[in-house]
């Protein structure tokens, strides 16, 4: 149980930067492996990386990787994910989600089906 609301998109030039947060209402918070997903108009939902419950381990698509970095803190119930060195191409709605307790399996494959709780989404927009 463990709602979720992303914040801190917005329009950004190619080459530039965003960070994006992820707000958790609920005490089991830190026990929840952390994912980022985006999608665009008319594609299907990608995995863009994840973070294990502990924050020691994370994972990353190779598309974004290099370029965005997740990170969390327990204590606040926050998960970010730092986005540079934006691309048009980077342009989607970006979620959240809290995958099952203390499992890590879906944040390193980036099987979004294990994903049971999901925040509404922030628009990234990167201009050409």
């Known amino acids: 149980q463990v709602q979720l609301a992303e914040s801190g998109g917005g329009l950004v030039q190619t080459g530039g930067s965003l960070r994006l947060s992820c707000a958790a209402t609920?005490?089991?918070?830190?026990?929840?492996?952390m994912g980022w997903f985006r999608q665009a108009p008319g594609r299907e939902r990608e995995f863009v990386g994840g973070?294990?419950?502990?924050?020691?381990?994370?994972y990353y698509a190779d598309s974004v990787k290099g370029r965005f970095t997740i990170s969390r803190d327990n204590a606040k119930n926050m998960v970010y994910l730092q986005m540079n060195s934006l691309k048009p191409e980077d342009t989607a709605v970006y979620y959240c989600?809290?995958?099952?307790?203390?499992?890590?399996?879906?944040?390193?494959?980036?099987?979004?089906?294990?994903?049971?709780?999901w925040g509404q989404g922030t628009q990234v927009t990167v201009s050409s």
């Open positions: 973070v294990s419950w502990s924050g020691i381990r994370t």
């Open positions: 989600a809290a995958g099952p307790p203390y499992d890590s399996k879906y944040v390193a494959t980036g099987d979004l089906t294990g994903f049971g709780s």
């Open positions: 609920g005490r089991t918070f830190s026990t929840y492996p």
